[in-house]
């Protein structure tokens, strides 16, 4: 039997380049070896926001991303949190296998407390890492594509996983992080990280003129101000999207920027281009789905409706375990 990977995602709307070369490129990698699960996270959107009017609309262009991209919805099925109620059974149920003193010293929650300037986090904002061992486990995932800040909160569902099994019996296994190969991609203001939130992000579905545009002001190195001048690529952003996107030129880049003979005008151009090329693909496909809704609808009832099965199988063994029913 294949092997269990379960990828999860809070549902942020149309996602950016970044999102596609540390998270999707490898989830379509992970496609055919082993069984995938993909999940909206729309509870945990709670967690940082009650704004709920956008939610719809972000779940259906996320997954517009991820289908345009290469998900196949038949071989994983792509669902919705909030629409599978064994999600909150579950995490109730974890939520008494775990001490508030551990969570609170999860260091994801501890850096999103400061970044966000939150003076009281909330029970379930504490919680969050305990509803995503549930999104996990539900599915027994053996494996969990992430970046680094989420190993913590993969160590606490294999925690979790180990707690309920001594406690009532086998049921669970321990996931493991899958990590992501390629670094990810710094935002074009230079910040290590790329988000839609710092306004510093290209998104897949950007059209030609809106990528030319916005690598046009990207940040490069600060000490090469005049066309000649020598660069530094290793520090610089436009660089790193050159390695990734335009690998064939990357060595003459990089002599020519040291030399000076390469100015960031035209290096950006070049860039721009290949970017548009590598997601022109991608761009139809997202334009083809995006004119039909309904496509989308029903791709995510019926991974619904796959997932509540498995999630159901799961529920039945816990309750049993328990000798709940
Ligand atoms: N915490 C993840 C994030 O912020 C989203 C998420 C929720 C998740 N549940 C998950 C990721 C389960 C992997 C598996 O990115």
Not at 160 to 188: C, S, Y
Not at 237 to 248: A, G, I
Request: hydrophobic content about 35%; overall charge neutral; proline content about 5%.
């Amino acid at each position: 039997m294949k092997k269990i990977v379960l990828s999860g995602m809070r549902p942020t709307g149309k996602l950016h380049i970044g999102h596609y070369v540390g998270a999707l490129e490898n989830w379509i990698q992970l496609q055919d070896e082993f069984q995938n699960y993909h999940l909206i996270a729309d509870y945990h959107v709670l967690t940082t926001s009650l704004d709920t009017s956008r939610i719809y609309q972000d779940t259906i262009d996320m997954i517009i991303d991820w289908i345009a991209s290469g998900i196949d919805p038949q071989k994983s099925p792509i669902f919705r949190q909030s629409q599978i109620k064994q999600h909150a059974e579950l995490h109730l149920i974890f939520s008494m296998l775990i001490t508030s003193a551990r969570l609170e010293r999860n260091p994801t929650v501890k850096d999103q407390v400061r970044d966000l300037n939150i003076e009281n986090i909330t029970y379930g904002h504490l919680g969050y890492p305990v509803l995503q061992a549930a999104d996990i486990l539900l599915y027994k995932g053996n494996y969990v594509p992430v970046g680094e800040d989420q190993v913590p909160h993969i160590e606490i569902a294999r925690e979790i996983a180990r707690r309920f099994n001594m406690t009532w019996g086998e049921v669970f296994p321990e996931p493991e992080p899958k990590l992501t190969n390629f670094a990810r991609l710094p935002g074009l203001d230079g910040n290590a990280k790329m988000s839609k939130s710092l306004n510093n992000a290209l998104l897949i579905s950007d059209n030609d003129e809106e990528i030319k545009n916005k690598l046009r002001k990207a940040v490069t190195d600060p000490q090469k101000i005049r066309k000649n001048d020598p660069g530094r690529p290793e520090v610089c952003l436009v660089f790193t999207y050159h390695k990734k996107f335009n690998p064939r030129e990357i060595e003459t880049i990089e002599k020519d920027c040291r030399s000076g003979v390469l100015g960031c005008v035209s290096c950006k151009l070049n860039c721009s281009e290949k970017i548009s090329d590598f997601f022109k693909p991608i761009r139809e496909k997202r334009f083809s789905l995006e004119t039909n809704p309904n496509l989308i609808k029903e791709i995510l009832l019926d991974g619904e409706k796959r997932a509540r099965t498995k999630a159901e199988e799961t529920m039945s063994e816990v309750r049993e375990k328990m000798k709940f029913g």
